[in-house]
């Protein structure tokens, strides 16, 4: 019988964790000016006006915001480093990928970098999930190699973005390829 419950409370804790994660997968937030940003920035959602789980209080949860709008105006800016672009389907990086990541390396070897966010991305074909799980392991790839060039890993960060910020919206497969990429958010 206390197995039973035992298996019942597991089983409720993890569907609460999907349904919070699901729930907050498909949020976006968009800036369009300084203003909003500084708007954004005081702000607060129900989320923060209660004490989490964790035991995080509202103040703290604001510093979070802060960080989260400090990203967003980061990704804005026009990076000092090139993007990489992968064929359809993986997350092999080819010849070309490679010589673009090697200049990039030498340049955050050579300038003051304190962290690099690393996005992947996807074309629109194949479902969000998986174009999810490609990004990642776009990303990842990408962070992997960059640590054998001899840019500390803990500088960078991953983030997979699938199907959802392209850089041509056009159905074509020239707009695909170039959807299909690694982008650097440096910070320096």
């Not at 923060?48 to 035991?55: E, I, L, Y």
């Not at 070897?109 to 990004?135: F, P, Q, W």
């Not at 997979?160 to 910070?187: C, I, M, Y």
Request: charged residues 25%; contains cysteine.
């Amino acid at each position: 019988m206390k197995f039973n419950i035992k298996l019942r409370v597991i089983f409720v804790v993890l569907i609460s964790g999907l349904i919070i994660f699901t729930g907050c997968a498909e949020k976006k937030s968009v800036v369009t000016s300084d203003a909003g940003q500084s708007q954004q920035a005081t702000t607060t959602s129900p989320e923060q006006q209660s004490v989490t789980p964790s035991g995080e209080t509202p103040e703290s949860q604001d510093v979070t915001a802060e960080k989260s709008v400090d990203l967003e105006k980061m990704a804005r800016m026009k990076s000092p480093v090139s993007d990489i672009n992968f064929d359809f389907d993986s997350s092999s990086i080819n010849y070309e990928a490679r010589e673009i990541l090697k200049a990039n390396a030498n340049y955050f070897t050579k300038n003051r970098v304190s962290s690099i966010i690393i996005e992947g991305h996807c074309d629109e074909r194949g479902t969000a999930e998986y174009n999810m799980a490609l990004g990642e392991r776009r990303a990842q790839e990408t962070k992997k190699y960059l640590v054998n060039l001899g840019i500390r890993e803990s500088m960078m960060r991953t983030v997979s973005f699938g199907e959802e910020n392209p850089l041509d919206p056009s159905s074509t497969e020239e707009a695909w390829a170039k959807n299909r990429r690694a982008h650097f958010v440096v910070n320096p």
